[in-house]
């Protein structure tokens, strides 16, 4: 499979692993059985980028995913790039069946979602962790900064965001 580089330096497979629909949104939750099986199969295929979020999992286990692969990635790690998201919440009092998303970049939210991460992912780093959501309340040079303290205690390698317009990339 063809190589991609994110940003200046991370080596990714061109066709990366979104895990989400392993725990969340699409249809049932994959069995342990089922993950390794189709890990397993994507690895075989040169996929080396698997993305998950701390929010995605089921309404009995909202980390579900990070879990599950925690477990099922771990044979591999050395091996794979491996990327988390932090930085949005479900609005837990909502009482629509799709509860709205709510943004939060504050770095104490930041630092404490890494090390929830890094546990559930059993790793002692990321290899890409980035932002979900953009939170218009908290400057992102704050949100940066929480991300260059990460970097700089070893817990990531990469920091990047998602769905950011252009003036906040600038």
Excluded at 66 to 90: H, N, Q, W
Aim: charged residues 30%; aromatic residues 6%.
């Amino acid at each position: 499979m063809n190589k991609r580089i994110l940003g200046k330096d991370l080596e990714v497979s061109s066709i990366g692993f979104g895990c989400m629909g392993m725990s969340h949104a699409y249809g049932t939750v994959s069995t342990r059985k089922e993950a390794e099986a189709l890990i397993a199969e994507a690895i075989e295929c040169g996929c080396t980028f698997f993305d998950t979020a701390e929010i995605y999992g089921t309404t009995e286990d909202p980390h579900h995913n990070e879990k599950l692969l925690g477990e099922v990635l771990k044979p591999y790690r050395d091996k794979i790039v491996l990327a988390s998201k932090c930085g949005i919440r479900f609005d837990e009092t909502a009482t629509t069946v799709n509860k709205p998303l709510i943004p939060d970049g504050r770095p104490e939210t930041i630092r404490a979602s890494i090390d929830g991460s890094l546990q559930r992912l059993k790793t002692d780093h990321l290899d890409l962790y980035y932002i979900h959501r953009i939170d218009p309340t908290v400057p992102i040079e704050e949100t940066a900064g929480a991300m260059k303290e990460l970097m700089e205690q070893g817990k990531i390698t990469h920091w990047g965001l998602s769905e950011a317009d252009e003036d906040i990339i600038a």
